[in-house]
C-alpha cells in the first residue's frame, strides 16, 4: 500500500524546544515537500528537496532545518527559533521536482506550542 | 506573495445542485492544478491542466483554464455530502519556476 505517512498526527511541545515531525514514502518519489498551513490559508512551502543530501529553502524557511539522508524519508524541525510554530504540517512527495507533477500528500502532523 | 486566490472563500449549496469555484492568478502560468482537502487532511489531487488546453473533464469535474483573464474555474456537477471539503488551486509561480504555489481556498459545503 503506497503513500506518505506522517507522524504524530498530533504534537505538543513547550515552548523553546525543537521538535521534529517525520516524513516517509514508499513512492519511490525524488521530490519531497514541506508545507505550513494556517487556520483559513493556503499552504506555504518551507523547503523542498529533489534529491538525497540536497535542498532548498522555500518560502519560510526560517526558524525550520530539514534533511534527507534516505530517498524515502524527509523530516522536518521545527526549532527553538521559529517565532509562530503553532500550525498544520503538511510533507508532499512528487515522481521529481516540477510544477508539471502532481503532489501526493502525508495525513498532516498538527503541531501546538504553549 | 499569494499566486492563487480562489473565489468565494466560502460556498454552500444543496446536495445534487452544481458547484462552481474560481481560481485568479498573477503571472504566467505552465500549467494548474486542483486539489482537495478535508477537514484536518492532507491534500488530494484533482486535475492537472495545462497552459495551452482550456478545458478538461475528470467524472464529475470539469475545468477551465482562460490565460487571458488568468483565471481558471472548477465545476462539480451532482454534489454529494461526499464533496464537502476546501479545493485549492495551485500554480508555478513564475514562469519555468519548478515549485507550486497554492491559493487560499474555497470551502464547499454540501447541504444534505
Known amino acids: 500500500d503506497g503513500g506518505i505517512t506522517q507522524s504524530p498526527k498530533y504534537l505538543f511541545r513547550k515552548e523553546g524546544q525543537n521538535v521534529t515531525l517525520s516524513c516517509e514514502q514508499n513512492l519511490n518519489h525524488d521530490a519531497m515537500y514541506w508545507y505550513r498551513q494556517d487556520p483559513g490559508q493556503g499552504l506555504r512551502l518551507i523547503y523542498y528537496?529533489?534529491?538525497?543530501?540536497?535542498?532548498q529553502k522555500g518560502d519560510i524557511a526560517e526558524g525550520y532545518s530539514v534533511s534527507r539522508e534516505k530517498k524515502e524519508s524527509f523530516p522536518l524541525t521545527v526549532t527553538s527559533a521559529q517565532k509562530n510554530p503553532t500550525a498544520f504540517y503538511l510533507c508532499?512527495?512528487?515522481?521529481?521536482?516540477?510544477?508539471?507533477?502532481?503532489?501526493?500528500f502525508g495525513p498532516g502532523t498538527r503541531l501546538t506550542v504553549t | 506573495s499569494q499566486q492563487g486566490e480562489e473565489d468565494p472563500q466560502a460556498l454552500s449549496i444543496q446536495e445534487g445542485e452544481n458547484a462552481t469555484m474560481n481560481c485568479s492568478y498573477k503571472t504566467s502560468i505552465n500549467n494548474l492544478q486542483w486539489y482537495r482537502q478535508n477537514s484536518g487532511r492532507g491534500l488530494v489531487h484533482l486535475i492537472l491542466i495545462r497552459s495551452n488546453e482550456r478545458e478538461k473533464h475528470s467524472g464529475r469535474l470539469r475545468v477551465t483554464l482562460d490565460t487571458s483573464k488568468k483565471s481558471s474555474s472548477l465545476l462539480i456537477t451532482a454534489s454529494r455530502a461526499a464533496d464537502t471539503a476546501s479545493y485549492f488551486c495551485a500554480t508555478d509561480a513564475d514562469f519555468g519556476n519548478e515549485k507550486l504555489t497554492f491559493g487560499t481556498g474555497t470551502r464547499l459545503t454540501i447541504i444534505p
Open positions: 528537496s529533489q534529491i538525497v543530501n540536497d535542498f
Open positions: 508532499a512527495s512528487s515522481i521529481d521536482l516540477g510544477y508539471k507533477n502532481e503532489q501526493y
